[in-house]
């Protein structure tokens, strides 16, 4: 099944790709990764509400993985 990850901020969405993954869980698994990556090289992006969101072959949200809130 293929997920596309993007990087939201509530205004707009930059594309991060897509992947063919099992399922769901794995796709939040990759997200996880993400995020973490994105807020080591950028950790500015925690503070203005950034996500990773990911979607569905037919477009419906099935993770949001927020910036926020880390550790």
Known sequence: MR??????D???VADKGNQD???AVQA???AEEMAGRLLRERPSLAQK???IVV???EGA???RAKLSGRA
Do not use: T
């Open 21 to 23: 993954l099992d399922d």
């Open 61 to 63: 949200e099935v993770y």
């Open 28 to 30: 939040s698994e990759v």
């Open 55 to 57: 979607n569905d072959e």
């Open 49 to 51: 509400g950034y996500a």
């Open 3 to 8: 997920f596309h990850f993007n990087l939201a």
């Open 10 to 12: 509530g205004k707009s």
